[in-house]
């Protein structure tokens, strides 16, 4: 009777994505027609010699919309497919269906788009000098930073560049649709937000959203990717499946997955810091270039974590941060593990390196001396509690034994004239909440079943994370029965409406707070019939591991035969349970407010080896100290902690996301985009959580996962940074990432970059 956890068939391969999926014999398969330039106006599009393939085909446009030809949830910038211009290489212009895979694909390719080119921009500086913004910019300010600046012994300010970065889930985009009693739709898809999709489907089909069920069993990842820009493929099976008026599939090969999708946000910003004769930080102010795309999709969302996590782990008294959302003839960028934050981190800890090595201090040391504190407020007006950056710094001192390993490395360097090594410190701190204050609210389902066994139902996505283990485990710890009585079901809009995308580290927070506000209520009716089926007071009962205990002592009643009283008792074994974080608001016009309902901490220690010659580093060793409260599960939290590093170490160091001059993607397959795998990750790779903290903003004091450590993976650069000083004191520091070979030469080499 043990119901069949989903990471034991991810083990055996047996998992069943929606490809996986049997489908109907009249399914027809979809391809897209993509745009072959950056930036044009649409003449017209010929059909004739894809229709002349084959009687199945059929090409969809623009024209075929029966609803609003618009998915653009934050701003109505996103037609479904373009009417007049294409804005980016590798848009969606038309929708092609044909009996099988292969025939769609040819079909799409031999679809004519006459067009004529426009001016393009992919630049963010230049879209900002350009005034092209996706909307107006934001400033936090906090203290009176430029008089700040004026009394500064120390000033420095410099430029930072990060790159974007591709999601590489193992499954594409991609969805299944059909039309249902000739007026209702079905989907499921490949999305972390099942409710995004609906919306959107509705809206571009002309229905209401009760007509539109969108099913979401579980992904092959998402990292953000699938967060908002699932809607699009979604509703263009769904359009597809409503003008054939048969079943259609739409999935995306790799290639056109890199070409049509959006990645991380590139950005480009500018910094100036300042620090008293002693090294307190006393400044700071930034402009962040951010490469929107041609889009606004989820942009003011991740630029808002970025002006939130300017500062990272560090208290600065003066602020004054600026992020500019820039149009450019790209593909939307999007949500990506870390949502902003990332980007933010990459230019304190650049300002941190400069400000060190202008007044010629240890760098650590001028981080440690800048930690927030218990009782610090952020230059927001947040205030702090529960601060654990000085507790997990220290602890990470400690366990890399920092001064022994300083001397090591110096020894090392010393001997050495072809390699030398370096080491770096990040510390993190990362608020959880979405940064748009509506989303932060989530509903559950649950059922109790006469025999006893419990079915849940949340707006959590499966995508690899183990959040329906977790939730399994908040409802069983809830109801008091042993996990494997419980049984987490696929995210469907039926079941749960409304819902928000698994997103922001929060899966297992919203939804977890959720389903066990509905299991408290069952439990609450249980226990009431249980206390009157042994005479007993109910404040006596409690439910553990499945059995009934009055006053701490085992009863002769079980959970199997109280539920099923209870049903003989027509007492309701269903219920739904609501959740919205508590405490959360913001002013948008002060930009002051208490955005995050709590703040993941830790530390990360890298060291780096770099070979001269070659111009490659490797990282060694990473040590993590790391704040999970009360973890729910530590494996899935190590197993977060460990992918989440892999990703930020991908980003920093490795994954070169490219276009041309002409905006032609040109990292649009694994042979041209190089992902990190197991043998770029350090061999000693040390992961410790720290012990239990309250947090009453998680189920059973625990802590969201997922994205925060991702950022550990910043440190590499500073350690390969270390390293190559230690053969070119004075060489010329650029931070701009990924730290490709290319660019450790340059520093070697004294040029520009190429
Ligand atoms: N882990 C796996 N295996 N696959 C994923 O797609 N997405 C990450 C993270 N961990 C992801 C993952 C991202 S971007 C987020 S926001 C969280 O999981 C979302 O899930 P959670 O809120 O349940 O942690
Ligand atoms: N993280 C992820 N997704 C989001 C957020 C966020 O903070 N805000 C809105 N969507
Ligand atoms: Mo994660 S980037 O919030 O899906």
């Known amino acids: 009777m043990k119901t069949i ?34 930036r044009g106006r649409i003449l017209s599009i010929d059909a004739s010699a894809a229709l002349a393939l084959d009687p199945s085909v059929l090409v969809i446009t623009a024209r075929d919309v029966p609803g609003q030809n618009q998915i653009g949830f934050n701003k109505p910038d996103e037609p479904l497919l373009p009417t007049e211009e294409w804005e980016y290489w590798g848009q969606p212009i038309a929708l092609v269906l044909a009996k099988t895979r292969s025939l769609a694909r040819r079909a799409a390719a031999a679809v004519r788009v006459s067009g004529e080119n426009l001016p393009a ?13 996706i909307l107006p910019s934001r400033t936090i300010k906090c203290g009176e930073p430029e008089s700040a600046f004026a009394s500064c012994v120390h000033v420095i300010s410099g430029r930072v560049d990060s790159g974007g970065q591709e999601h590489v889930y193992l499954e594409t985009q991609g969805a299944y649709a059909e039309i249902r009693d000739d007026r209702k739709v079905f989907i499921i898809s490949s999305t972390q937000g099942p409710t995004g999709v609906q919306r959107a489907v509705a809206q571009s ?10 099913e979401a069993r579980r992904l092959g990842g998402g990292f953000g990717g699938k967060e908002d820009q699932a809607a699009i493929w979604g509703s263009l099976a769904a359009l597809g499946a409503w003008v054939s008026r048969k079943p259609v599939k739409l999935y995306l090969d790799r290639r056109v997955d890199m070409q049509a999708t959006g990645k991380r946000h590139p950005y480009s910003s500018d910094f100036r810091i300042g620090a008293d004769a002693n090294g307190r930080l006393l400044a700071f102010e930034a402009d962040y270039y951010q490469n929107s795309g041609c889009s606004c999709d989820l942009s003011p969302a991740i630029l808002s974590r970025t002006l939130l996590h300017a500062t990272g782990a560090y208290k600065i008294p003066n602020v004054r941060v600026t992020g500019n959302m820039c149009r450019t003839n790209l593909p939307s960028f999007t949500a990506f593990r870390g949502f902003g934050a990332p980007q933010g981190f990459f230019v304190i800890e650049a300002a941190l390196d400069a400000l060190a090595r202008s007044m010629g201090i240890d760098r650590v040391e001028l981080q440690r001396r800048n930690l927030y504190r218990e009782g610090d407020s952020t230059y927001f007006g ?21 001064k022994e390993l300083r001397v090591d490395i110096e020894a090392f360097n010393t001997s050495n004239s072809l390699e030398k090594r370096g080491a770096a410190i990040l510390p993190l701190c990362f608020g959880i909440s979405f940064t748009k204050l509506p989303m932060n609210q989530a509903g559950a389902l649950v059922h109790v079943y006469t025999d006893g066994s419990v079915l849940v139902s949340t707006g959590a996505i499966e995508m690899g994370q183990q959040v329906s283990r977790k939730i399994a485990l908040i409802a069983a710890r809830t109801l008091g029965i042993p996990q494997e009585r419980v049984s987490v079901e696929r995210t469907t809009t039926l079941t749960v409406a409304n819902t928000v995308p698994t997103a922001a580290s929060t899966g297992s927070d919203l939804n977890g707070m959720a389903a066990k506000i509905a299991c408290e209520k069952i439990k609450t009716r249980l226990t009431a019939k249980a206390a009157s089926m042994l005479d007993v007071d109910p404040s006596s009962i409690e439910i553990k591991d499945g059995k009934i205990l009055v006053e701490r002592k085992s009863s002769a009643l079980g959970w199997n035969e109280l539920v099923a009283a209870a049903n003989e008792a027509r ?6 349970g609501f959740y919205s974080t508590p405490g959360l608001f913001y002013d948008m016009k002060a930009e002051r407010g208490t955005p995050f309902a709590y703040h993941v901490y830790g530390a990360a220690c890298l060291t780096a080896r770099v070979d001269l010659v070659r111009a490659t580093c490797r990282i060694e060793s990473a040590t993590i100290v790391h704040d999970s409260g009360n973890s729910l599960d530590e494996r899935v939290d190590i197993g977060q902690i460990e992918g989440a590093f892999a990703q930020g170490l991908g980003w920093t160091l490795l994954e070169d996301l490219r276009f041309g001059a002409d905006g032609r993607p040109l990292s649009d397959t694994l042979s041209t985009y190089k992902l990190p795998n197991d043998s ?14 309250d947090n009453p903003f998680a189920p059973f004091n625990s802590k969201a996962v997922g994205e925060p450590p991702l950022q550990y993976g910043i440190a590499a650069y500073f350690a390969v940074l270390d390293a190559l000083r230690a053969a070119k004191p004075d060489g010329k520091t650029t931070y701009d990432i990924p730290f490709i070979p290319e660019k450790i030469e340059a520093f070697l080499d004294g040029e520009g970059l190429c």
């Open 5 to 38: 956890a989903e990471s034991a068939l991810n083990l055996r391969g047996a998992t069943r994505y929606i490809d996986d999926l049997p489908e109907p014999r009249d399914c027809l398969q979809a391809a897209a027609k993509l745009s072959e330039s950056a």
């Open 121 to 133: 921009l992919f630049d963010p500086r230049e879209a900002a000098a350009a005034a092209d913004f």
């Open 680 to 693: 770029f990750l350090p061999e000693k790779l040390e992961i410790e959580l720290m012990s239990d903290m």
């Open 571 to 576: 007492i309701d074994l269903s219920a739904h």
């Open 382 to 402: 947040m205030p702090l509690e529960r601060v654990r950056a000085g507790e997990s710094f220290d602890r990470l001192l400690e366990k890399v034994s920092w």
């Open 205 to 214: 089909l002309g229905l209401s959203m009760n007509m539109v069920e969108v």
